[in-house]
C-alpha cells in the first residue's frame, strides 16, 4: 500500500471530524480541547459536518452534546435521519425560539435582548455541560447569538469565556457561523483555534481550511458533496505526497513487433499518451495492453469518460481481445465515468481507492478530452500532472488516451500541450496508400530507454491487432505530404 509523507511540527491528540477526506486535510483531525468555526452560506453543509463530529464522537462511547440555537431539535434529528445518522448516542440542547415566543408578544421596552436572554440561556448552557460533562460540542448557530448581543466588544468576550469555559471542562469545540454581509463572523474566525469554510458556486461545492493552530494542513481549495449518506470530502491530489517501493521493469503489449518498437515495452511507474484521430485504434491499443497485464495477474483499470462499457467489450469480443474473462476474475474492471458529474478531485479519489484498496497496477484514462469536461473550467495541467505524479510515485502503469482533431495535415502528438507530463508517447495515424487510408504506428518519446524511429504498418483484425514491418516512404507523413511508395520492406507494389 502507498506511503504517505508526512511533515513534522504538528502536536496534540487528535479529534476526527468523522469525514474521512477532511482528517486527512488536516493531517489527522482536530486537536482536541480547541475551538473551531465551521462557517458557510444557507446550505452548504454546516450541520452536517457538525453531525459528522458528534456522531463519531458517540460511536466511540464518548458523551457529545449538540446546542442548536436556531433549527428545533425534532428538524434536526428528522434530517439526521433521512441521511442516515443514528442520533441515539448524541444528546441535544434545545434553546431555540419555540411557537409560544411568538404567541407570548414579548417586547423588550426597558432591558434589551442580551440583558434579558443571556441570564436564562447561559444558566441553561452550563446546567447540561456539568450534567453531561461533553467531551464534544457542537454550537449551531453562532449567527443566533450575534443577533441577542449587539455590541461587539460584549459579544467577543461571551464567545471567548464560551469557548474556555467548555475547553477547561474537556471539551473539543465547533462553532457553526452563516458569515453574511448583515453578521460578520471576522472576529470568530480570529477568536477559534481554526476555521473551516464551506462554499457553494458555479464549480460545486468546495471545503477549504484556512486556519489550523498548532499543525500544519492542506490549504487548498477541495471538492466536497453533500448527500443520502451526509458530507464527503475528496482532498486536492497533492504531486509527490504519495510512494511505493517498486521495481522498474518492462511491461509487454503482447504483440511482438509492438514491444520490438519499444525495445521491451512500457516500463512500469511510467506514464503513455496514445495519441490519434477518431477511429485509429487508440482504446484498442490501450485494452491490448491492460488484457496482457490481467492477464499476468496485475489488478488493471481502464475508466471510460466517452465510450458505454458494453460497447466496448463487444468490440473487444470482435477484435479477439479477450477482456470478459479477466472481467470475471476480477483482475480487470472497465469503468464508466459520468465527467460531468465527477469533480477532478472526485475522480483521483476513485482512482486512489483502486491503487490503495485493490492494489491496482494498470491505469487507463480515455480520455484526456473527456477528463478535461469533469473540471468544470478549471485547470486542465496542474490537476492532471497531479494525478500522473501519484500514479507515478506509486509504481502504477498509467496510459493516457489522447484524441486529436485532424486526421491528415499538421503532425500535432497532444491538443492540450501536455506532453511534457508524461514519459512515452505512441502515435497513430492514417496514411494514403493506393487510394486507401491505412493506419501506422510510431513512437515519438521515450524517457526511460531508446526505441526504435521506424514507423510501422498498424492494423486491427478479427484475430487481434497486428504491427507489421517498417514503411518505405517517400516522407512528410507527419504533415500529412507523405505517399507511400513501397508498402512494406521486401513487398514491392
Known amino acids: 500500500m502507498p506511503r504517505k509523507r508526512t511533515k513534522r511540527g504538528t502536536f496534540g491528540t487528535r479529534v476526527s471530524t468523522g469525514i474521512a477526506g477532511l482528517d486527512e486535510i488536516l493531517r489527522g483531525g482536530l486537536i482536541e480541547r480547541r475551538t473551531y468555526l465551521v462557517r458557510g452560506g444557507p446550505g452548504t453543509g454546516k450541520s452536517t459536518l457538525g453531525l459528522h463530529f458528534l456522531v463519531a464522537g458517540a460511536v466511540k462511547g464518548e458523551k457529545v452534546l449538540f446546542i442548536t440555537m436556531g433549527e428545533p431539535e425534532t428538524e434536526v434529528r428528522k434530517n439526521a435521519q433521512s441521511m442516515g445518522f443514528d442520533l441515539s448516542g448524541v444528546d441535544f440542547l434545545d434553546v431555540a425560539p419555540t411557537s409560544e415566543f411568538f404567541a407570548e408578544g414579548r417586547t423588550y421596552d426597558i432591558f434589551s435582548p442580551a440583558e434579558v436572554e443571556r441570564g436564562p440561556l447561559t444558566e441553561k448552557i452550563t446546567g447540561e455541560v456539568e450534567k453531561l460533562k461533553p467531551t464534544r460540542v457542537f454550537v449551531d448557530s453562532m449567527t443566533q447569538f450575534r443577533y441577542l448581543i449587539a455590541d461587539a466588544f460584549q459579544f467577543r468576550r461571551q464567545i471567548l469565556s464560551l469557548g474556555r469555559y467548555l475547553i477547561e471542562r474537556g471539551a473539543t469545540v465547533l462553532f457553526s457561523s452563516e458569515g453574511s454581509t448583515e453578521a460578520p463572523d471576522d472576529d470568530l474566525q480570529f477568536l477559534c483555534d481554526g476555521v473551516i469554510n464551506l ?3 458555479p464549480e460545486g461545492r468546495i471545503i477549504s481550511v484556512i486556519k489550523f493552530r498548532g499543525s ?21 491530489l497533492i504531486s ?6 517498486f521495481v522498474v521493469e518492462p511491461l509487454s503489449f503482447g504483440v511482438s513487433e509492438l514491444d520490438k518498437l519499444l525495445y521491451g515495452g512500457l516500463e512500469r511507474g511510467t506514464v503513455t499518451i496514445i495519441s490519434g484521430p477518431a477511429g485509429v485504434g487508440k482504446t484498442s491499443l490501450g485494452l491490448q495492453f491492460l488484457k496482457e497485464a490481467a492477464g499476468r495477474g496485475e489488478r488493471s483499470v481502464l475508466y471510460s469518460f466517452e465510450e458505454g462499457r458494453d460497447t466496448m467489450l463487444r468490440r473487444c469480443d470482435g477484435i479477439n481481445i479477450r477482456v470478459r474473462p479477466l ?22 479519489q476513485l482512482v486512489r481507492r483502486e491503487v490503495e484498496k485493490r492494489n491496482a497496477r494498470i491505469i487507463m484514462i480515455d480520455s484526456v478530452s473527456g477528463y478535461q469536461l469533469s473540471l468544470h473550467g478549471r485547470e486542465l495541467v496542474s490537476h492532471l500532472h497531479a494525478l500522473c505524479q501519484y500514479l507515478k510515485n506509486t509504481g502504477v502503469t498509467a496510459l493516457l488516451v489522447n484524441e486529436v482533431e485532424s486526421i491528415t495535415g499538421e503532425f500535432r502528438a497532444t491538443e492540450f500541450g501536455i506532453s511534457h507530463l508524461v514519459d512515452n508517447i505512441i502515435f497513430l495515424r492514417y496514411v494514403e496508400a493506393e487510394g486507401q487510408l491505412r493506419r501506422t504506428i510510431g513512437v515519438l518519446k521515450k524517457r526511460t530507454s531508446d526505441f526504435d524511429k521506424t514507423l510501422r504498418e498498424f492494423d486491427i483484425t478479427s484475430r487481434g491487432i497486428k504491427v507489421g514491418e517498417k514503411f518505405t516512404l517517400l516522407g512528410g507523413i507527419l504533415g500529412g505530404m507523405g505517399y507511400i511508395r513501397s508498402l512494406l520492406v521486401g513487398r514491392g507494389r
Open 199 to 201: 462554499e457553494l458556486g
Open 216 to 236: 500544519g494542513f492542506q490549504g487548498d481549495y477541495n471538492s466536497m458533496r453533500l448527500g443520502d449518506k451526509g458530507m464527503e470530502v475528496f482532498p486536492r
Open 240 to 245: 509527490g505526497q504519495y510512494y511505493r517501493e
Open 327 to 348: 472481467i470475471e476474475k476480477g483482475t480487470l474492471s472497465v469503468i464508466e465515468v459520468e465527467p460531468l458529474y465527477y469533480t477532478p478531485d472526485e475522480f483521483a
